[in-house]
């Protein structure tokens, strides 16, 4: 079951915040974080584990509330390179699988 | 983190014709994925590499269509045999590690004409 994203797209200024929120249906085990910029892989920003053990970046914070099955990335202070497209992957633990199943992404633009 | 190499990194194919993939980690990991992104989509997985076994096929894919092998913690391979244009996309590797995190490589840009 893929997760839900939402906004699916957001303008911001430099140095405003964000949040961009992936919501599932399943029981999660993990949430995983990427950013994917034009013409490139996408890039690991950060996970969040069953339990709450939080890694990932300074300014880039996120939460994962087990309860409700939700996880919310936060951008702080952005800046023009945060723009890009975040995904969200999320793991559920089934039979031991540890597939990751995405989003359809956040579309993140970052202006001057 | 683990670092991810794919080759090639573009191909044009004629139809009907197969192509092989080949992805290689810089260090060990416990699993490997294949992934498939249409420009501006999200990435659908494909199948979870097993060393030494059979992959892990998702619904929708089968292993006459994309035979995957992996002969060791950091290569495996991914066929797309009997191209259509429908077979156009961008494939990824993927790889986790033992921290959890899970890394792409740079994908293949495949165009079947």
């Known amino acids: 079951q893929q997760p839900v994203q939402s906004p699916q797209a957001v303008i911001l200024r430099e140095g405003e915040d964000a949040v961009i929120n992936c919501s599932s249906s399943k029981a999660l085990y993990s949430v995983h974080w990427y950013r994917q910029k034009h013409g490139e892989a996408p890039v690991f920003l950060m996970i969040l584990l069953k339990g709450g053990e939080q890694k990932g970046h300074e300014k880039i914070s996120a939460s994962f509330n087990e309860k409700k099955q939700q996880s919310s990335l936060y951008l702080t202070a952005s800046q023009l390179s945060y723009s890009g497209t975040y995904f969200c992957g999320t793991e559920s633990p089934q039979g031991g699988s540890e597939k990751l199943v995405f989003g359809k992404g956040t579309k993140l633009t970052v202006n001057p | 983190s683990a670092v991810i190499s794919q080759k090639p990194s573009r191909d044009i194919c004629q139809r009907g014709t197969s192509l092989t993939i080949q992805c290689q980690v810089d260090s060990q990991v416990t699993m490997m994925f294949w992934y498939r992104q249409q420009p501006g989509q999200s990435l659908t997985l494909i199948a979870t590499?097993?060393?030494?076994?059979?992959?892990?096929?998702e619904s929708g894919f089968v292993i006459d269509k994309f035979p995957i092998s992996r002969p060791n913690l950091t290569f495996s391979t991914l066929t797309v045999s009997n191209m259509s244009p429908e077979d156009s996309s961008i494939y990824l590797c993927s790889g986790r590690d033992n921290s959890y995190e899970q890394y792409f490589g740079p994908g293949t840009r495949l165009t079947v004409t």
């Open positions: 590499a097993n060393q030494g076994s059979e992959a892990t096929y």
